[in-house]
């Protein structure tokens, strides 16, 4: 296989305190070699063997890919008027969703897929190489079905979400729905997923109904994760931690009983900026639950009604300036955080046989996404060893 040399990199994040400097194995003035789709080499430029073929990175930053790994992508319409409200004075409130059932049903699979394809391109043009999306926009057999076959063209990632709200059709019989979620949809969405998702919240499914959709997934090999204690204080982080859940995802109202569940598990608390800064929310307590041991991850929650945003620098910034976070937390919770409530081990860091998933920064240092929030620093993207982003790179064989 053709091997690569990236040099000429002023700050390169590992994610591995092994091969360089903190939590993050920084290494300064450093060099990657890439052979196939996976990393072969990293460290120090004065010390990197050769390659058929050398890029120069001009002195910039380079980190790995960004793990997005909670998203809601496949569906239709538009939410700009319920986003209005809100910021003339209106709350949040979970119904709001109905609004882009309703679109989303309506609309044809190539409408649908090409609005995923839209945004991915969108989210991989700011350095998001692995994405997660769900379904949830449908609420019946077949629209759910549709939208899991469709989001599984576009990613491995695909979340089970028939349990986002109780189904129009079913408003005054949720029981019923509950069955037809656990039951004749689940056999549908089976085979196109590999995650199953409940929003557990007042407005939703309460702790029991939640219990019982996770438990069909599973039985059905679906991994749980969760939509939890993101408007109220509620059953949905202890319900994650105790069916083993991948992640807890929002996070934002926790009791200390919460806290240590988190800390003492597997369960990856996800927090999503963008859902506060488009809802005008409290915003979650990230260094609580750093400070606690909790694993935390940062992602974009990117959908059309409470968080329009494929941005995960953007969210960087929001959780260093609003949640507590630090510089290197907020990129490390972006990459092998994302990679951990994806229970992934190969993409979020660059290290010898990981995916060569890589972002490069025209910036001499990944603590410029925070600290110049809102500028596009992502100039390259490289994906399973392939340029597929690039703005004035430098090649030359050898």
């Known amino acids: 296989m053709t091997t690569t040399l990236i040099t000429n990199i002023a700050t390169l994040v590992t994610n591995d305190p092994a091969l360089g400097e903190g939590p993050l194995g920084l ?11 996976r990393v072969a080499w990293a460290g120090p430029a004065a010390a990197a063997p050769a390659a058929d073929r050398a890029v120069d990175a001009g002195g910039r930053a380079v980190i790995p890919g960004f793990v997005d790994s909670h998203s809601h992508l496949v569906f239709a319409g538009d939410r700009t008027a319920e986003f209005n409200a809100r910021m003339s004075g209106q709350p949040y409130k979970a119904g709001g969703i109905r609004t882009t059932v309703a679109a989303t049903r309506a609309a044809s699979d190539e409408a649908l897929s090409a609005n995923v394809a839209r945004y991915l391109r969108e989210a991989l043009t700011q350095g998001t190489t692995t994405f997660e999306t769900k379904s949830g926009y449908g609420l019946t057999v077949e629209d759910e079905a549709r939208a899991l076959r469709i989001a599984a063209e576009h990613t491995d990632e695909v979340t089970y979400l028939g349990a986002h709200i109780v189904s129009p059709d079913y408003a005054d019989d949720a029981a019923a729905y509950v069955e037809l979620v656990t039951g004749e949809m689940l ?23 939640a219990r019982a959709i996770l438990t ?34 929002h996070c934002t109202h926790l009791t200390d009983e919460d806290v240590d569940a988190l800390a003492n598990s597997a369960t990856v608390a996800t927090l999503l900026p963008g859902a506060e800064f488009s809802t005008r929310a409290q915003w979650p307590n990230a260094r609580r639950l750093l400070d606690a041991g909790a694993t935390v991850a940062l992602s974009t929650d990117c959908n059309p009604g409470s968080s329009f945003t494929s941005s995960v620098p953007f969210c960087i910034a929001l959780a260093v300036r609003d949640m507590g976070m630090t510089p290197d937390e907020a990129v490390w919770s972006a990459t092998a955080g994302g990679a951990a ?9 660059l290290t010898p046989g990981a995916r060569a998933d890589l972002a490069v920064l025209d910036a001499p240092s990944h603590v410029h996404l925070a600290y110049r929030p809102g500028v596009p620093l992502v100039t390259e993207v490289w994906r399973a060893g392939v340029r597929v982003v690039r703005a004035g790179a430098r090649d030359r064989t050898t």
């Open 216 to 249: 069909a997934g599973k039985a059905k090999g679906l991994h749980p994760r969760v939509h939890a204690n993101q408007l109220t204080y509620g059953p949905g982080v202890q319900l994650a931690v105790e069916l083993d859940a991948a992640s807890a995802d």
């Open 27 to 37: 290494i300064a003035d450093a060099a990657l070699v890439l052979e196939g789709d």
């Open 187 to 209: 056999d549908a969405c089976a085979p196109y997923a590999r995650w199953v998702d409940v929003f557990c919240e007042k407005g939703a499914f309460d702790g029991d109904q």
């Open 341 to 349: 409530a994806l229970r992934r081990t190969d993409v979020g860091r």
